[in-house]
């Protein structure tokens, strides 16, 4: 029996519909691991905020410290037992987990811990008590002391946790903390913070985030992973997070002040 082989133009046909459907359904693939990632990186910033209520809970209800000076140890150490699992404080689509720079340094062998890539709120929760410069490193910490979790009057409306990178010294390298705008200059926020064009942070967090917006807030997804004091987590763009300031993309250094209370989402004693 005779066999009729495929023609050229056979051929040519069948690769050009595969070629179609190879440029229609990569898209979407690509859609769909990036949705993916970002429901992980919500996932984890809710696991984080939930380890950080579970801390304050076995501590009287304060919130944890954002960093103890002589060891480097941040937050995230302290939060880790409960959620034990250091993939969590790293976003699917962040960077490397340490600046070159600090590998191998004797004082924090685990020092990759201090670049976790969710920042903590720490200019309010562990807030100033005067407003002064003098009041911060309060116990070994760059901060003030660290607040109660009862003193929060919005806690469904307050930033405990952000979305963090640096854009220097290495792209996408994470920051334990992040600034709030407006943190610079208002006596009532009691911190510091950048959002604005420089790098020069408070108590030497080196790098900037010049590029990729301000305070460390590195948004990954369409809008930066956020988590709230009551365990919830969302995607907020810059407008959202900017809310009852005057902040804008061309403020300098420190002009940026709350306006508006209601509005603003870093501090709402």
């Known amino acids: 029996m005779k066999r009729h082989a495929f023609t050229l133009i056979e051929l040519l046909v069948v690769i050009a519909i595969i070629a179609i459907l190879a440029a229609i359904l990569f898209p979407v693939f690509a859609q769909a691991k990036l949705a993916a990632k970002k429901t992980a990186s919500l996932n984890n910033v809710k696991q984080i905020t939930l380890g950080s209520g579970m801390y ?10 954002a960093m103890e000076v ?26 490397n987990r340490m600046i070159a720079a600090w590998s191998g ?26 407003c002064s410069p003098g009041s911060f490193q309060a116990n070994g910490n760059p ?4 607040i109660s ?9 307050t930033i405990e946790f952000a979305e963090t990178g640096q854009d220097a010294p290495e792209d996408n390298v994470g920051a334990h903390i992040v600034y709030g705008p ?26 900037n985030t010049g590029v990729t917006h301000q305070g460390f807030f590195r948004p990954r997804e369409n809008g930066g992973v956020i988590g709230f004091m009551d365990g919830h987590a969302k995607l907020l763009n810059i407008g959202s997070l900017t809310g009852g300031t005057n902040w ?7 002009e940026a002040v709350v306006e508006d209370r209601s509005k603003y989402l870093w501090d709402n004693m």
């Open 105 to 130: 340094k004797p004082l924090v062998p685990d020092n990759w811990k201090y670049f976790v890539q969710y920042g903590y709120n720490a200019s309010y929760m562990n807030r100033s008590p005067d």
């Open 70 to 95: 002589n060891t480097f140890h941040t937050w995230a150490d302290g939060v880790q037992p409960y959620i034990k699992n250091w993939d969590v404080f790293f976003s699917p689509l962040g960077g």
């Open 149 to 157: 979790s009862t003193s929060v009057q919005d806690p469904a409306a």
């Open 182 to 207: 407006g943190m610079q200059t208002s006596n009532d926020v009691c911190t510091y913070g950048d959002w604005g064009a420089t790098n020069s942070l408070y108590y030497g967090l080196k790098g």
């Open 56 to 65: 304050a809970n076995d501590n009287d209800d304060v919130v944890p410290l």
């Open 248 to 254: 804008t993309s061309s403020s300098k250094f420190g």
């Open 143 to 146: 901060f003030g002391t660290p």
